[in-house]
């Protein structure tokens, strides 16, 4: 069996790849994590666990959150404390600054990727609430 977790294209081409020894194959391909937020849920508890989610590995792993489904009620407190936790994130290269909680992305086409997909949304009609923009550090 192979079991790939990643893109669309690469999970095409295992597919084909397999299906010449007619290999049982598992995919999960461009999975959109949803976290949602009640009325009823402790909100700093759920603001920490989307953060971190989010965090983890510059949001460079399968299974972080992508979306935030929030009941309309709470959605600007909700909102509001997230972007509040998120603008106090310590920005910082891994290997030299062990207080940092995010990294710089794996490379430039990552970087630019990530960009333009800010940059789209804006220009969509999304608000922008914090971030947006490069981070601080020279090499990442």
Not at 40 to 62: F, T
């Amino acid at each position: 069996m192979v079991s790939f977790t990643g893109s669309v294209d690469t999970g095409s081409a295992v597919t084909r790849a397999a299906a010449h020894n007619v290999t049982k194959v598992n995919l999960e391909l461009g999975g959109k994590e949803p976290a949602v937020v009640m009325v009823d849920a402790e909100l700093e508890l759920s603001v920490q666990a989307i953060k971190s989610s989010r965090l983890i590995n510059s949001g460079q792993v399968c299974n972080c959150v992508e979306r935030v489904d929030i009941q309309r009620k709470i959605a600007e407190e909700f909102v509001d404390r997230l972007s509040t936790s998120i603008s106090k994130t310590r920005f910082g290269d891994p290997v030299q600054d062990k207080s940092g909680e995010y990294g710089p992305l794996i490379n430039q086409n990552r970087f630019q990727k990530v960009d333009g997909l800010v940059k789209g949304a804006v220009k969509a009609g999304a608000t922008l609430v914090t971030g947006g923009r490069r981070g601080p550090s020279k090499g990442g």
